[in-house]
């Protein structure tokens, strides 16, 4: 596993796949559960209690981007709609955050979603498997939906000041 310096992993926090990358002045925070390969930018969180799933896929986190507690981030998940009982995972694919992205608590992803530039969403949201986002525009909901856009002047700015401290 890489990772980057003035990075920060609690101790509770289970990062399974030792492929994984992880850049500088990053923070996993206490009980967080990473099961796939995890491609991490710089400047990223992933806060308390996080679990991502899906071990034989990748989620990926640009720079700047970002998980609040509670978020459930779903690589792989089952078919419930046409099995009985599946034991085969059978709605799979990778998970993008692009940069300056960030999805609030307790919301839940499920697999094949890239989460373009800028793009924010909501607490308590719900984002269905190929979900089409568009840049720099907030959403939430269940069902999700877009609810405005998002300053992207305001955001670059705040990003270059981090990174001049």
């Known amino acids: 596993m890489k990772?980057?310096?003035?990075?920060?992993?609690?101790d509770t926090a289970s990062i399974k796949n030792s492929d994984?990358?992880?850049?500088?002045?990053?923070?996993?925070?206490h009980g967080s559960l990473?099961?796939?390969?995890?491609?991490?930018?710089?400047?990223?969180?992933?806060?308390r209690y996080c679990v991502i799933a899906g071990?034989?896929?990748?989620?990926?986190m640009e720079d700047f981007s970002g998980l609040a507690a509670g978020v459930q981030i779903w690589c792989q998940s089952n078919d419930y709609v046409n099995a009985l009982i599946s034991h085969n995972a059978?709605?799979?694919?990778?998970?993008?955050?692009?940069?300056?992205t960030g999805i609030g608590a307790n919301s839940v992803v499920m697999p094949?979603?890239?989460?373009?530039?800028?793009?924010?969403?909501?607490?308590?949201s719900f984002v269905p498997e190929n979900f089409r986002f568009e840049p720099w525009s907030v959403y939430a909901g269940n069902p999700i939906r877009k609810i405005k856009n998002r300053n992207k002047n305001s955001v670059l700015e705040q990003a270059e000041g981090i990174k001049t401290k």
């Open 55 to 60: 071990s034989n896929y990748t989620f990926t």
């Open 20 to 29: 994984s990358e992880i850049g500088s002045y990053c923070d996993i925070m």
């Open 90 to 100: 059978e709605i799979v694919g990778d998970i993008y955050m692009e940069k300056y």
């Open 3 to 10: 990772i980057g310096v003035h990075t920060n992993i609690a």
């Open 112 to 124: 094949n979603n890239r989460i373009l530039e800028g793009t924010v969403i909501g607490a308590n």
């Open 34 to 47: 990473i099961s796939p390969k995890l491609m991490m930018g710089d400047f990223c969180l992933i806060d």
